[in-house]
């Protein structure tokens, strides 16, 4: 499952632009999903029969550290001149005549 939550969120990352630099964008995202998909997984098979005592820690502190993540910002790792061209010099007020 967790490998598919991967493959999903690298696919999600290509749809919006196909180049290596949204494969690079898209690993941090991808890998924080499979770690909290992974962690879900093997806490849940132990649902009914419970869980040993190693199983819930990880997954509360992945499941923490995917919110925190997705409640930061994205930084933009494009050069600013791509993104937020300079503004047009002012022009000089014309001579007064």
Do not use: F, I, K, W
């Not at 939550?5 to 990352?13: F, K, M, P, W």
């Not at 029969?49 to 819930?56: D, I």
């Not at 930061?72 to 022009?91: D, F, G, I, K």
């Amino acid at each position: 499952m967790a490998a598919a939550r991967t493959v999903d969120v690298l696919s999600g990352a290509l749809n919006a632009a196909p180049t290596a630099t949204a494969l690079r964008r898209g690993a941090a995202p991808a890998a924080l999903a499979a770690a909290h998909t992974c962690t879900l997984t093997t806490l849940s098979r132990h649902e009914t029969s419970g869980a040993p005592t190693r199983v819930p820690a990880p997954t509360l502190t992945v499941s923490t550290a995917t919110a925190l993540a997705a409640a930061l910002p994205v930084r933009e790792t494009a050069p600013p001149s791509q993104h937020n061209p300079p503004a047009p010099s002012p022009q000089p007020p014309a001579p007064y005549r």
